[in-house]
């Protein structure tokens, strides 16, 4: 029998204890031995709880506990789950974690650690909540050469879009109901901001390329200004809007990683994830295009991952780590937001300044391959000019961007810049 602990009794800790009673069965025949959990830490009084038998509020009992053998962090952030992490490693117990702020900003530190002591440090919940996305990235694409990875890693959003789409409702209403439903935050900044994807994608990046990709170098925009015109564009044009985290190698072997919303052509396997489900394209350049799909959040799809972890952890106990490192200074270079060619859909208010306004565009346009006008959707009130660019030629963003600048000169208003996959 091996015994774990977990660190935080909240949605993801308590699914982890739950997950761990109610498979003992397959967790045992898969770690080879029983798994218990012999403690929880957490500060807080679960009075009645069916595990309070294992309550502590004393982080001695883990770590001075030398029966531990796998610490299960389920606290979040990158303070006190920072500490603790490596306290554990230190201690010579391997860490599992669900925590993509933590593995994103201190990964390379604690793979360190957990290298120095002989133990593992594993993450599999990170990036896609229950979707196996780490590990196979890790071992089962291990003869790839990555080309792209193109993701839906965001639940909430991913609902709020969805809600967008299907009901005609504005953002505002849409995150409403998502905090209703109890899939966004009180504060949702993490999540509408694109903060929490843009982790998550470093995080996919980083295994996937063998080079650490700093979260801050990863361009990132999140879904706030999104209005009812943006979505029926989108539909108009037979697509969708997600909030798409990618990254892929250019030529030069930097990289091109953003966070934004996007238009995603309705065929696209990406565009059949609705509501709070997730999807993660990867394309390698001997398999092809595969989809990874199901539930990004939640408690039991992401207790799911971590017991996964804690069980390769188990059969690893006494042996070398069971993943990469990173290095720190072995950064990967992300080219700087602009330089990269991209499609855009791009809605303006034309103002009163110039006499012909689609001549206007035209001609800004013309030296960069033109500018595809898109018809205004019959149903939308809004006036307005929406055309295409960028797909005439490849065509850096910043020299599009430079163009529309250009046309606001004359007085128009941009009013929205869309990326189009
Ligand atoms: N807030 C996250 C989401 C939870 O909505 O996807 C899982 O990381």
């Given at each position: 029998?091996?015994?774990?602990?977990?660190?935080?009794?909240?949605?993801?800790?308590?699914?982890?204890?739950?997950?761990?009673?109610?498979?003992?069965g397959?967790?045992?025949?898969?770690?080879?031995?029983?798994v218990?959990?012999?403690?929880?830490?957490?500060?807080?009084?679960?009075?009645?709880?069916?595990?309070?038998d294992?309550?502590?509020k004393?982080?001695?009992?883990?770590?001075?506990?030398?029966?531990?053998?796998?610490?299960?962090?389920?606290?979040?952030?990158?303070?006190?789950?920072?500490?603790?992490?490596?306290?554990?490693?230190?201690?010579?117990?391997?860490?599992?974690?669900?925590?993509?702020?933590?593995?994103?900003?201190?990964?390379?530190?604690?793979?360190?650690?957990?290298?120095?002591?002989?133990?593992s440090?594993a993450?599999?919940?990170?990036?896609?909540?229950?979707?196996?996305?780490?590990?196979?990235?890790?071992?089962?694409?291990?003869?790839?050469?990555?080309?792209?990875?193109?993701g839906i890693?965001?639940?909430?959003?991913?609902?709020?879009?969805?809600?967008?789409?299907?009901?005609?409702?504005g953002?505002?209403?849409?995150?409403?109901?998502?905090?209703?439903?109890?899939?966004?935050?009180?504060?949702?900044?993490?999540?509408?901001?694109?903060h929490?994807?843009?982790?998550?994608?470093?995080?996919?990046?980083s295994?996937?390329?063998?080079?650490f990709?700093?979260?801050?170098?990863?361009r990132?925009?999140?879904?706030?200004?999104?209005?009812?015109?943006?979505?029926?564009?989108?539909?108009?044009?037979?697509?969708r809007?997600?909030?798409?985290?990618?990254?892929?190698?250019?030529?030069?072997?930097?990289?091109?990683?953003?966070?934004?919303?996007?238009?995603?052509?309705?065929?696209?396997?990406?565009?059949?994830?609705?509501g709070?489900?997730?999807?993660?394209?990867?394309?390698?350049?001997?398999?092809?295009?595969?989809?990874?799909?199901?539930?990004?959040?939640?408690?039991?799809?992401?207790?799911?991952?971590?017991?996964?972890d804690?069980?390769?952890?188990?059969?690893?106990?006494?042996?070398?780590?069971?993943?990469?490192?990173?290095?720190?200074?072995?950064?990967?270079?992300?080219?700087?937001?602009?330089?990269?060619?991209?499609?855009?859909?791009?809605?303006?208010?034309?103002?009163?300044?110039?006499e012909?306004?689609?001549?206007?565009?035209?001609?800004?346009?013309?030296?960069?391959g033109?500018?595809?006008?898109?018809?205004?959707?019959?149903?939308?009130?809004?006036?307005?000019?929406?055309?295409?660019?960028?797909?005439?030629?490849?065509t850096?963003?910043?020299?599009?961007?430079?163009?529309?600048?250009?046309?606001?000169?004359?007085?128009?208003?941009?009013?929205?810049?869309?990326?189009?996959?």
């Open positions: 029998m091996i015994d774990i602990a977990i660190l935080g009794y909240g949605t993801v800790g308590s699914g982890v204890a739950e997950v761990v009673s109610m498979n003992a397959a967790i045992r025949r898969h770690a080879g031995q029983e218990r959990v012999k403690w929880i830490l957490d500060v807080r009084e679960f009075p009645g709880d069916l595990f309070a294992r309550l502590t004393n982080p001695e009992d883990v770590f001075g506990d030398p029966d531990v053998k796998v610490v299960v962090e389920t606290i979040g952030g990158t303070g006190i789950a920072y500490g603790f992490s490596k306290r554990a490693l230190e201690a010579g117990k391997s860490v599992v974690t669900s925590n993509k702020e933590l593995v994103a900003s201190h990964g390379p530190e604690l793979m360190h650690l957990a290298h120095d002591h002989g133990v440090y993450f599999e919940a990170s990036v896609g909540g229950g979707i196996p996305i780490v590990r196979p990235l890790t071992k089962c694409l291990a003869a790839n050469e990555i080309l792209s990875i193109a890693l965001n639940g909430t959003t991913n609902y709020i879009l969805t809600r967008m789409q299907q009901e005609g409702i953002f505002g209403e849409a995150l409403r109901e998502a905090q209703e439903a109890g899939y966004a935050e009180r504060d949702p900044s993490a999540d509408v901001e694109g929490d994807a843009c982790r998550k994608i470093a995080i996919l990046s295994i996937a390329y063998d080079r990709v700093d979260y801050r170098d990863v990132t925009e999140g879904i706030v200004e999104l209005t009812s015109a943006d979505m029926a564009y989108a539909a108009a044009l037979g697509r809007i997600k909030l798409v985290a990618s990254c892929r190698r250019l030529e030069d072997g930097r990289f091109d990683a953003q966070v934004r919303p996007t238009l995603v052509p309705i065929d696209s396997p990406l565009a059949v994830a609705d709070v489900f997730n999807a993660i394209l990867v394309e390698g350049n001997a398999l092809g295009q595969a989809m990874f799909y199901g539930r990004g959040a939640g408690k039991l799809p992401t207790a799911s991952a971590v017991v996964a804690v069980v390769e952890c188990v059969l690893h106990v006494d042996r070398t780590p069971h993943y990469r490192l990173w290095h720190r200074e072995d950064r990967a270079v992300v080219a700087p937001f602009g330089e990269t060619p991209v499609r855009l859909l791009v809605r303006i208010d034309p103002g009163g300044a110039a012909d306004p689609r001549a206007a565009v035209q001609a800004a346009f013309a030296p960069l033109g500018a595809r006008l898109v018809f205004r959707p019959s149903d939308l009130a809004e006036t307005g000019l929406a055309f295409v660019v960028g797909e005439g030629r490849e850096a963003e910043a020299d599009l961007r430079a163009a529309l600048a250009g046309l606001e000169k004359l007085g128009m208003r941009t009013r929205s810049l869309l990326r189009m996959l």
